[in-house]
T-cell receptor
Framework: AQSVTQLDSQVPVFEEAPVELRCNYSSSVSVYLFWYVQYPNQGLQLLLKYLSGSTLVKGINGFEAEFNKSQTSFHLRKPSVHISDTAEYFCAVTWGNEKLTFGTGTRLTIIP | GAVVSQHPSWVICKSGTSVKIECRSLDFQATTMFWYRQFPKQSLMLMATSNEGSKATYEQGVEKDKFLINHASLTLSTLTVTSAHPEDSSFYIC?????????????FGPGTRLTVL
């Protein structure tokens, strides 16, 4: 079965430090990749997406991600985090259809 | 643009009662809507996919008689949790795909927290 893996359940980072949240998926065939952010008791907000084209994707709030087909990864990065980035981050994938499969999420905590 | 709302944002009910949750696309027409549930500190699990004017498609393990989904118009889908029990307590999130929009693009609602006593 196709799957999405977020190995890090929690990532603590000092304010203004860089961060990388890891995401791996099971197959690169017809894959479309997404990162979502969820603040407490809220729905999901799209950070960025990869559908085709350039493998480096830039999103909102200074985040970016790189599609690596050979490593089946789509890691999320930000060069300098802010307190307001504290949230849950979900990687999601579709394989040529409309169903989104979500990873288990990574809780990013920014330390002042 | 592309705003999805849910009502209510939270609901508390007694065991055995039914609860209806609405999902609306406010500024676009949604041919397809999705219902997810999210347990505390866990990921989103797709429950069902609903297409306007047709029966919903449920994921394996989801009881269609317990979670009734109606997608009667291009802007409204409803999820009714029938005879709710404490184990149904969860965060329910809907999403919508715009008619004619990219197949892989979904817009998410803010979620509804259901607590069954």
């Amino acid at each position: 079965a196709q799957s999405v893996t977020q190995l890090d359940s929690q990532v603590p980072v000092f304010e203004e430090a860089p961060v990388e949240l890891r995401c791996n998926y099971s197959s690169s065939v017809s894959v479309y990749l997404f990162w979502y952010v969820q603040y407490p008791n809220q729905g999901l907000q799209l950070l960025l997406k990869y559908l085709s084209g350039s493998t480096l994707v830039k999103g909102i709030n200074g985040f970016e991600a790189e599609f690596n087909k050979s490593q089946t990864s789509f890691h999320l990065r930000k060069p300098s985090v802010h307190i307001s980035d504290t949230a849950e981050y979900f990687c999601a994938v579709t394989w040529g259809n409309e169903k989104l499969t979500f990873g288990t999420g990574t809780r990013l905590t920014i330390i002042p | 643009g592309a705003v999805v709302s849910q009502h209510p944002s939270w609901v508390i009910c007694k065991s055995g009662t039914s609860v209806k949750i609405e999902c609306r696309s406010l500024d676009f027409q949604a041919t397809t809507m999705f219902w997810y549930r999210q347990f505390p500190k866990q990921s989103l699990m797709l429950m069902a996919t609903s297409n306007e004017g047709s029966k919903a498609t449920y994921e394996q393990g989801v009881e269609k008689d317990k979670f009734l989904i109606n997608h009667a118009s291009l802007t409204l889908s409803t999820l009714t949790v029938t005879s709710a029990h404490p184990e149904d307590s969860s965060f329910y999130i809907c999403s919508a795909r715009e008619a004619g929009g990219p197949i892989n693009e979904q817009f998410f609602g803010p979620g509804t927290r259901l607590t069954v006593l």
